[in-house]
């Protein structure tokens, strides 16, 4: 688990590494309004946008970082939740999770 604290359009990079492949997770926040935060992340070719918020069923969201496989059961995931918002810093606050129970996932944070 990581917990990350990012300000408005500041992008958090994190580099996966898993076989002989190196990939790179990109995500940032824009908007904070009524409770929601506007979330925009991109991995691999996929790009999207996420609204969370801590009071409600939608407070976190799901990254697999490998494609499906032949043996793949259990794909490797990050899961990012958002935990906290500062009003006075204007800084959400996020915790990271990975699952990989096979345990071959390598993950850097860059920025």
């Not at 990581?2 to 994190?14: A, P, T």
């Not at 935060?37 to 939608?58: C, E, F, G, K």
């Not at 490998?66 to 204007?90: M, Q, R, W």
Request: charged share 30%.
């Amino acid at each position: 688990m990581q917990n990350i604290s990012l300000k408005k359009d500041v992008q958090k990079e994190i580099l996966v590494k898993y076989d002989s492949r190196s990939k790179l997770f990109k995500f940032r926040w824009t908007l904070y309004k009524n409770g929601g935060l506007v979330i925009h992340r991109s991995y691999d070719t996929i790009v999207a946008q996420n609204i969370l918020y801590m009071r409600y069923n939608n407070q976190s969201f799901r990254v697999t970082l490998k494609p499906h496989g032949f043996k793949d059961y259990s794909l490797p995931y990050i899961l990012v939740k958002f935990t906290k918002f500062n009003a006075e810093k204007n800084e959400a606050e996020f915790d990271l999770f990975l699952s990989d129970d096979e345990r071959e996932i390598t993950i850097k944070y860059l920025k």
